[in-house]
C-alpha cells in the first residue's frame, strides 16, 4: 500500500513536473493570437504528416526584431499572413517584437544555445548578435553558398532592390567562406552628424542664428559665440535651465572626429571636410588624439559653468533628462544622430523651429553600411522559407506597409499624395522601429515629410562619401582579453568625462593609463596589422 | 509568552513563569527603541517612493523628490495605465508563476529534505552530496539554457517561468536543518511502529512540525519567483507570458540601450525614446510590484506564526 | 504522541530486512523529483565545463552541438586570461572577498542580536509588527530597491542632494563620487537582508524548549546567562550552516545591489566592480561564451575549495554541524 502510494506521489511529482513543460504549451498556445501556429516553429517538420492539405503545409518563418514597441499585433499579423497567403508563398509569418533592452540577450540566447524556433534574425554592426562575428562564428547561413545559392534561388527581387554597395558592405569572410551572410537594410546608410539648435530660442535671447558660424562644423563648439549664446540663456532662464545637452556618445564623436569602430576605442583620423581622406589610415587611440581632450576641457568648462544638467553622466538618468529638454525645447544646442528631413518632422514635434546645421560631410564606412540587416540562422530549419520570405517582404510594398505601418484605417490613413498620417493613440501599440523595417524606401512617406521623400532621401544617401576603409571590419578576437578589459574601462570614464562631470586634468591621465596598462597598444597596434593585410588585397 | 514570542499554544502556567522571566524595564525600552528605529527604516524608503509617484511634476521641478510634495498628481498612474492590458496580464501571469513555482518547490523541497534529514536513510550522504555538488558546479548559462529549450521545451511557456527555479539545493541544506532542530528522531521511530508509512509520517506528523520551516521556504520560494525577470528574458517571446518585474527591467535595460548606442541608432531611435516611462512611472511600477508582497506577507507571517508552535513533541 | 514510545525489540530477521528495504526505497522515492530535476538542469549541462577551454565556434555544416564541440579549437587556458589580464583584477577580487567577508559576520552578528532582542518582547503585537516591518526589504528586488536609493541620492532632485543644498553645502555628486559607496552598499544589503536571517534566526529559537529557560529561571541564571547559556549554543548549527553557506559563496557577489543599486556608473566602478558585474559587463560587450563558461567555473571551483575547507573545520570542531 505504502510502495504504491509512494511510486504513484514521486510519478505525480515528474509528470507535474515535466507535465508543465510538454502540456502545458500545447493547451496555451492554442488559443495564441498570432494566427496559425506560432508555438510549432521547431515541430514544424513533425506536425507535417498530420496536415490534410493536399499542398505542401505552409512553413513558419519566424522572426526576431529590434527595437520594436509592439504590444498588439493579432490584426496586423493576420493580414501580413492573408497577404502572403495572396502571394501563394506557402509561408506563415510570426513576429517576435524584440525591444531595445531585450533584444541583445534574446538574440543571443537563441543563436548561442541553437534554438532552431527563431528562423531570421535582425543583425547589425552594433547589437551583440554582431553580423560580422556571428557570421565569422559560423550562425548565419551563407546566402550566396555556391553549393547552394539561396539568394539566386528566392532572393533575385531583394537583391534587384538592395544597391550592391550594400550587398558589398555586406560581404564578409564567414563560417562558409567569403561571401553574403545577411540581408542588408536598405535605409539611411551615409551617417551625417548635425547639431540640433532651438532656434525660436535664440531668437527669444536675441541671438542671430546666422552670428554662429556653423559652417564650421565641430569646431563651433569651442567658438566664443556659442559660449555666449549659452551664457546669455542661463542668465535669462535662470539656474534650472540647462543650455547644453551632451549626449555621451555622440558628442565627443561629433567634434572630436567621427569612427565607425565599433568597440568604440580606435581614431581613424577621417577629414571631416573630405572623409575620403587619408586613403590609408593609421589608426590610434581614440583617447591619445589632442582633439579629444581638448574637446573634454570645453566640456568641463561648460558644466561647470551649469550648462550641462548634471543627470547626463549617468546612462539611467540621461535619457529622461534629454528627451524632457527636447520635447520642451527647453534647450538651446543640442546633437544629433541626423536623418535626412528630421529638421521638419522635429519642429512639429517640439513645437518650435528647430535647425540642424551638419557637421562635415556625411560619410559611408563599413559601420554605417551594416546598420542594419536580416541573416537566417544555421539552426533554421526552413532557410528556403526565410529568405523566400524576405523577398517577398523587401519588394512588395503592400506587405512590407502592413509590417512597418500596421493596417490602413487603423494605424494610418493614406493621403491623397500618397503619403500617410498615423493615427497617433492606434501607433502607440503598434510600433516596429521604422529603419529596422528591411526595405524602408517601398513604403509610403510619412505626411510630415512630403511624397517626394524618398526620392530626396535616395539622393541624400548617394551624396554620402565612402571612407577608404568601407569594408574593412575590425575582428577583435586575436585581442579579446585586452578589448574585454578596455570595454570596461571604457565605460568606466567615459559618460562622466565626456558630460563634463569630473575633471579631464586629473581623470584622463587616469584613464589613459589604465587604458595603456590594459593593452589599448596591441588592440591598435592589431588593428594597424588588419588594415595593412587589407590594403594588401 | 515571553520566551517565545510567535507562540500560540500559551497556558497559564507557561505565562505566569514568562512573567518571572521578562527582561527589566530599561533593557525592554531599549529593545523597543532599538528595534523600532531598524523597523521604520525598513518601510520609509518605500513610503517615499509612494509619495514620490504621487508627486506632481512641477514639485519634482521646484523642490525635487521630497516627504512633503508641494503638489499631488496621479500622473504617474495613469501613464502606468494606459500600459493597458499588458499591466494586468504581467499582474496576473506575476501571480500564476508565483503560486504554482511555490507549490511545487515547497513540495520537492520537503521531500528531497525530508530523507537528507532521515539519519537512518542508506542513501543520505549519497543525495546530500548530489544536491550539494550542484552548488558548486554548473555548466554555466548557455548550456543550461541550451538543455532546457531543447531537451525539455522550456521555450516561451509558463514553464520556462518555472523549472528552473524549482529546485534549490540551499533550502534543501536549510529544511534539513528546520527538521533536524525541531523533528526529534524518536517521533519517526514511534510513527514508524506504530505503522504509518513513510509518505503519511512525513505528510501528518512530520510536516505538521516542521511548519515554520516549510513556510519560511515557501516564502522564499515566492519571493524568488515574484522577483524574476532574467528567465522571460532568456525564454520568453511572447508577450502575454511575461511577468511585472520584467516589465519594470525592460523599461530600464530599453532606456540604457538607447543611450550606450545612441551614436548608432539615428532619429528614428531618438523619437521613440520620447515615448519611454520617466523615472516617476517607474517608481509608480516600483509601488505596483511591491503591494502585492506587502499584502501577502501579512498571510504568510500568520502562517508562520501558526506555525511557530512546539506543543507537538511536548504536548 | 510520546505516549506510544515502546522500547524497540529485535523483530525477526528477515522481516526486519524487508522492511528496511521497503523503507529506503519508498525513501528514495521521495527523493526523485529533486533529483530528477537535479539531473537534467544541472548534472547534464555540465558538458558546458568543455566550452571553457575551447573557441566554440558554431560548425554551419551540420549545425549540432557535438559537431560543433568536435570542430571547435582547444583553447586552453585562454579563456581565463581576461580575468587576469585586466588591472581591474585586484579591485574586483578585493571588493568581492571584502564585502562578502565583512558582511557575512554583521549579518551574523546583527541578525542573531535583533532575534534574541525580537524574542525578549513580550506583546506579541508589537512583535509582529517588528518582525514585519523588518522583513519588508527583503522582499524587494534589487531594482526596487535602486529606485529607492535613487529617491534620495539622485542629481538634482534627489532628497539628500536637495537638504545638502538647502543647509548651503555643496551638494554630493552620489552617483559620480565612489568615496561613500563602501557604506552604502553595506547599509543597502544589511537593509535589505538582516530580516530575513533574523526570522530564521528567530524560528530556530522559538524551536528551543520552554521549559529550558523556565529552569533556568528557577535556578536564578539571569537573562544574559539564558541568551548565553541556551540560547547561542541552540542557534549555533543555524548560525554554522548559514556560515558555510555563505563562506563557500564567498567569490560571488550579489549581482543586482553592485550594478542595479549604483545604478551601472562608471565612476562608481572602484568601489562597486565585484567579479560578477566584471563578468556581466564583459560578456554583454563580448558575448563570447568560451570567456563566460571559462569564468563561471573558475568561480565555482574556487566555491567548492572554499565551502571544502570550512566544512572540514567545523566536521573537526564540532561534527553535527557540518554540512556532509
Redesign the interface.
Known amino acids: ?3 504504491v ?3 504513484g ?2 510519478l505525480l ?2 509528470l ?3 507535465g ?3 502540456n ?2 500545447a493547451s ?2 492554442s488559443g ?1 493570437p498570432a494566427s496559425e501556429d ?2 510549432a516553429a ?1 515541430a514544424s517538420q513533425d506536425a507535417a504528416p498530420t496536415s490534410k492539405e493536399p499542398v505542401a503545409p505552409p512553413v513558419t518563418v519566424t522572426v ?1 526584431f529590434e ?1 520594436s ?1 509592439v ?2 499585433d493579432t490584426a496586423v499579423v493576420e493580414a501580413i499572413n492573408a497577404r502572403l497567403a495572396e502571394l501563394n508563398s506557402g509561408i506563415v509569418f510570426r513576429p ?2 524584440g ?4 533584444f ?3 538574440a ?2 537563441a543563436l ?4 532552431s ?2 528562423d531570421v534574425f535582425f543583425t ?3 547589437t ?3 553580423y560580422v ?1 556571428y557570421a ?4 548565419y ?2 546566402l550566396d553558398d555556391p553549393e547552394n545559392n539561396l539568394l539566386e534561388q528566392y532572393g533575385a527581387g531583394m537583391k534587384a532592390a538592395v544597391p550592391d554597395l550594400l550587398w558589398n558592405g555586406f560581404i564578409v569572410d ?3 567562406g567569403a561571401g553574403i551572410y545577411g540581408v542588408p537594410g536598405y535605409k ?1 546608410y551615409a551617417q551625417l552628424y548635425a547639431w540640433d539648435v532651438n532656434n525660436t530660442r535664440l531668437g527669444e535671447l536675441g541671438v542671430n542664428y546666422d552670428s554662429i558660424p556653423w559652417a564650421q562644423g565641430g569646431q563651433v563648439f569651442y567658438t566664443q559665440q556659442f559660449a555666449d549664446a549659452m551664457e546669455t540663456a542661463k542668465k535669462k532662464y535662470g539656474d ?1 535651465f540647462y543650455p547644453l545637452l551632451i ?4 558628442l565627443p ?1 561629433m567634434i572630436a572626429g567621427t569612427d565607425s569602430d565599433p568597440t568604440q576605442l580606435l581614431y581613424f583620423g577621417y577629414d571631416p571636410t573630405d572623409p575620403r581622406k587619408p586613403e590609408k589610415p593609421v589608426v590610434t587611440s581614440r583617447y591619445d588624439n589632442p582633439e579629444y581632450e581638448k574637446y573634454l576641457n570645453k566640456a568641463r568648462e561648460y558644466y561647470q559653468a551649469g550648462y550641462v ?3 547626463m ?8 533628462a534629454r ?2 529638454a ?2 520642451a525645447g527647453n534647450y538651446l544646442f543640442n546633437s ?4 535626412y528631413g ?1 529638421d521638419q ?2 519642429s512639429a ?1 517640439r513645437g518650435i523651429d528647430a535647425k540642424f546645421p551638419p557637421i562635415g560631410k556625411a560619410i559611408v564606412s563599413t ?1 554605417s553600411v551594416q ?1 542594419a540587416g536580416y541573416a537566417v540562422s ?2 533554421s530549419k526552413n532557410q528556403d522559407a526565410a529568405v523566400k520570405f524576405l523577398n517577398l517582404w523587401y519588394t512588395d510594398s503592400q506587405l512590407a506597409t502592413l509590417l512597418a505601418y500596421g493596417l490602413e484605417g487603423t494605424h494610418y490613413t493614406k493621403n491623397s499624395d500618397s503619403t500617410v498620417t498615423f493615427d497617433a493613440d492606434a501607433r ?1 501599440s503598434y ?1 516596429p ?3 529596422g523595417m528591411g526595405n524602408i524606401f517601398i513604403l509610403p512617406p510619412e505626411d510630415s515629410a512630403g511624397s517626394n521623400y524618398w526620392n530626396e532621401f535616395k539622393a541624400y544617401n548617394e551624396e554620402g562619401v565612402g571612407v577608404a576603409l568601407l569594408g574593412f571590419t575590425f575582428d577583435t578576437d586575436p585581442v ?6 578596455l ?3 571604457r ?6 568625462l565626456h558630460t563634463g ?2 575633471d579631464p586634468a586629473t581623470v584622463l591621465p587616469e584613464f589613459k593609463n ?1 587604458l595603456k ?3 589599448i597598444d596591441d588592440v591598435v597596434a592589431e588593428c594597424n596589422r588588419q588594415i595593412d593585410a587589407f590594403f594588401a588585397q | 509568552m515571553d520566551t517565545i514570542i510567535v507562540k500560540t499554544g500559551t497556558n497559564v502556567k507557561r505565562r505566569r513563569a514568562a512573567r518571572l522571566n521578562s527582561v527589566s524595564l530599561p533593557a525592554s525600552i531599549l529593545i523597543n527603541l532599538g528595534l523600532v528605529s531598524f523597523a521604520l527604516c525598513c518601510i520609509i524608503p518605500f513610503i517615499f517612493v509612494v509619495i514620490i509617484s504621487f508627486t506632481a511634476k512641477a514639485s519634482i521641478e521646484a523642490n525635487g523628490y521630497s516627504f512633503f510634495p508641494s503638489a499631488w498628481s496621479a500622473d504617474a498612474y495613469n501613464v502606468a495605465f494606459q500600459l493597458g492590458r499588458q499591466l494586468w496580464t504581467s499582474y496576473l501571469n506575476s501571480f500564476l508563476i508565483t503560486i504554482l513555482g511555490t507549490v511545487f518547490s515547497v513540495l520537492i523541497c520537503v521531500l528531497y529534505s525530508y530523507g537528507l534529514y532521515r539519519t537512518d536513510f542508506r542513501y543520505r550522504t549519497f543525495f546530500a552530496f548530489f544536491s550539494f555538488f550542484t552548488m558548486m558546479f554548473g555548466g554555466g548559462l548557455v548550456p543550461t539554457v541550451m538543455v532546457c529549450k531543447q531537451l525539455l521545451n522550456l521555450n516561451n511557456n509558463y514553464a520556462a517561468l518555472i523549472v528552473p527555479l524549482l529546485v534549490s539545493p540551499f533550502n534543501f541544506i536549510v529544511m534539513r536543518t528546520f527538521f533536524k532542530s525541531s523533528v526529534p528522531e524518536e517521533i519517526i521511530e514511534s510513527s514508524s511502529i506504530d505503522g504509518s508509512g513513510e509518505y503519511r509520517t512525513l505528510f501528518q506528523i512530520v510536516a505538521p512540525i516542521a511548519k515554520p520551516g516549510i513556510a519560511t521556504i515557501a516564502l522564499m520560494n515566492a519571493l524568488a519567483y515574484w522577483n524574476e525577470w532574467y528567465l522571460s528574458l532568456l525564454y520568453i517571446n511572447d508577450s502575454k507570458y511575461i511577468p511585472l518585474q520584467y516589465l519594470l527591467m525592460m523599461m530600464q535595460r530599453n532606456i540604457e540601450f538607447i543611450v550606450k548606442n545612441a551614436g548608432m541608432l539615428g532619429t528614428e531611435a531618438t523619437r521613440m525614446t520620447q515615448n519611454m516611462p520617466t523615472s516617476s512611472l517607474r517608481m509608480a511600477l516600483c509601488v505596483f510590484i511591491v503591494v502585492p508582497i506587502a499584502f501577502a506577507y501579512p498571510f504568510f507571517q500568520r502562517y508562520i506564526v501558526a506555525g511557530l508552535t512546539v506543543g507537538s513533541v511536548k504536548g | 504522541m510520546s505516549s506510544t514510545m515502546i522500547n524497540v525489540g529485535n523483530p525477526a530477521g528477515s522481516v526486519f530486512k524487508r522492511r528496511v528495504r521497503g523503507k529506503t526505497l519508498i525513501l528514495t522515492s521521495m527523493m526523485l523529483p529533486g533529483a530528477i530535476w537535479l539531473i537534467l538542469l544541472r548534472y547534464v549541462p555540465m558538458f558546458g565545463i568543455i566550452l571553457a577551454f575551447q573557441n566554440y565556434k558554431t560548425y554551419s555544416k551540420a549545425p549540432t552541438l557535438l559537431n560543433n564541440i568536435l570542430h571547435s579549437e582547444w583553447a586552453g587556458l585562454g579563456n581565463f586570461k581576461f580575468l587576469i589580464q585586466t588591472t581591474d583584477a585586484a579591485v574586483m577580487i578585493r571588493n568581492t572577498l571584502l564585502y562578502n567577508a565583512l558582511w557575512i559576520v554583521l549579518t551574523i552578528v546583527i541578525a542573531v542580536s535583533f532575534a534574541v532582542m525580537l524574542n525578549e518582547i513580550t506583546h506579541k503585537l508589537v512583535a509582529k509588527t517588528y518582525q514585519t516591518l523588518m522583513f519588508f526589504p527583503y522582499f524587494l528586488s534589487w531594482v526596487v530597491v535602486s529606485y529607492f536609493v535613487f529617491a534620495f541620492l539622485a542629481p538634482k532632485d534627489g532628497m539628500l542632494v536637495h537638504v545638502q543644498s538647502s543647509l548651503g553645502i555643496k551638494p554630493t555628486d552620489w552617483y559620480n563620487n565612489a568615496g561613500p559607496w563602501p557604506i552604502l552598499l553595506t547599509i543597502a544589503n544589511l537593509w535589505k537582508n538582516i530580516g530575513y536571517s533574523c526570522i530564521l534566526y528567530l524560528a530556530a529559537i522559538t524551536g528551543i524548549d520552554a521549559s529550558q529557560y523556565e529552569a533556568a529561571a528557577i535556578d536564578g541564571a539571569g537573562k544574559w546567562r539564558q541568551i548565553l547559556h541556551i540560547t547561542l549554543p541552540h542557534l549555533r548549527t543555524m548560525i554554522i550552516i548559514l556560515f558555510i553557506l555563505n563562506v563557500g559563496r564567498i567569490f560571488n557577489a550579489d549581482f543586482g545591489l553592485f550594478y542595479n543599486v549604483p545604478m551601472d556608473s562608471g565612476p562608481l566602478y572602484p568601489a562597486t566592480q565585484v567579479i560578477d558585474t566584471y563578468v556581466y559587463r564583459v560578456f554583454s560587450s563580448m558575448h563570447d561564451i568560451g570567456m563566460s563558461s571559462a569564468v563561471g567555473l573558475l568561480q565555482n571551483v574556487v566555491g567548492f575549495i572554499c565551502i571544502m575547507i570550512a566544512n572540514t573545520i567545523v566536521r573537526r570542531v564540532d561534527a553535527d554541524s557540518a554540512l556532509f
Request: with cysteine; net charge negative; charged share 20%.
Open positions: 500500500m505504502e510502495k502510494l509512494a511510486l506521489l514521486s511529482m515528474i507535474g513536473v515535466t508543465c513543460t510538454s502545458r504549451p496555451v498556445n495564441a506560432p508555438s521547431p526576431l527595437g514597441n504590444s498588439d517576435i517584437w525591444t531595445w533592452g531585450d541583445d540577450s534574446k543571443t540566447t548561442d544555445t541553437g534554438d524556433s527563431i547589425c554592426s552594433w551583440s548578435n554582431n562575428k565569422k562564428n559560423g550562425l547561413a551563407r564567414g563560417g562558409s539611411d534650472s549626449e555621451a556618445e555622440v564623436r544638467d548634471p543627470a553622466s549617468n546612462a539611467q538618468q540621461a535619457n529622461d528627451n524632457a527636447m520635447t544629433q544622430t541626423y536623418a528630421y518632422t522635429a514635434e559601420g546598420g544555421v539552426y502607440q510600433l522601429w521604422r529603419n579579446k582579453n585586452q578589448v574585454a578589459a570595454l570596461t574601462v565605460d568606466q570614464y567615459v559618460a562622466s562631470a569630473v589604465k596598462a590594459n593593452g
